[in-house]
């Protein structure tokens, strides 16, 4: 299994469709983990935090399955502004090093009208 | 400044020059990430940085690349001999700590390399 492995996508989905991503990460000892969203040509930024089962945010959810070792994201009633890539965060994903942050390769949602 | 602060923003260099890049992070955090990212791909990992330890450099694509974070703050990523396969955006990011849990990491905006 890769350190981090996301939902390849892409994912097209008509406003007000629900949507679900997922990534699965390697390391069992990692304890926390991260949604980042990177719109194009520029940086990511912060979505959500992961920290036990779940968290969520108005329309966006994420849950977190220590078991099977995989994190989710649900959006809800998707917005045209919520087209971008989004990119989950696993820290210590190669179990050696406890600060480095691992990105997975990102899931593009594209929203249409 | 409020965010983490990169230089250049654009650069554009022949095959076989150093460049240098700069990133200030967010003040009082003693956390920061360089990271790379080529058009189209995901976000590769090359070294960070927590306070007064020493570095993990296990990203680093070659020993072309090396980094060094003076006084605890500011970050600057040398590239030597630049190759054409270097041109991507090099993002520095900082946290008040590594680790991850409980932390956020803020980037900058990049500093888009362009080797010619």
């Known amino acids: 299994r890769k350190e981090v492995e996301q939902d390849p996508g892409p994912f097209n989905v008509p406003e007000g469709a629900t949507v679900a991503f997922n990534c699965t990460y390697s390391?069992?000892?990692?304890?926390?983990f991260f949604w980042y969203r990177q719109d194009c040509r520029k940086e990511p930024k912060l979505l959500m935090s992961?920290?036990?089962s779940g968290n969520e945010d108005g329309r966006f959810t994420a849950q977190l399955n220590r078991a099977s070792q995989y994190i989710s994201l649900l959006i809800r009633d998707s917005k045209l502004s919520d087209s971008a890539t989004y990119l989950c965060?696993?820290?210590?994903?190669?179990?050696?090093?406890?600060?480095?942050?691992?990105f997975g390769q990102g899931t593009i949602l594209t929203v249409h009208p | 400044g409020a965010g983490v602060s990169q230089s250049p923003s654009n650069k554009v260099t022949e095959k076989g020059k150093d460049v240098e890049l700069r990133c200030d992070p967010i003040?009082?955090?003693?956390?920061l990430y360089w990271y790379r990212q080529s058009l189209g791909q995901g976000l590769e990992f090359l070294i960070y940085?927590?306070?007064?330890?020493?570095?993990?450099k296990s990203g680093l694509p070659s020993d072309r690349f090396s980094a060094e974070r003076t006084g605890g703050s500011v970050s600057t990523l040398t590239i030597q001999r630049t190759q054409q396969e270097d041109s991507a955006v090099y993002l520095c990011?900082?946290?008040?700590?590594?680790?991850?849990?409980?932390?956020?990491?803020?980037f900058g905006e990049g500093s888009w390399l362009t080797v010619v």
């Open positions: 940085f927590q306070g007064n330890s020493a570095p993990d």
């Open positions: 390391n069992s000892a990692s304890q926390s």
């Open positions: 992961v920290y036990s």
């Open positions: 990011a900082s946290s008040p700590r590594a680790g991850g849990f409980g932390n956020t990491i803020y």
């Open positions: 003040s009082g955090h003693t956390a």
């Open positions: 965060v696993v820290p210590n994903a190669g179990g050696t090093s406890y600060g480095k942050l691992t």
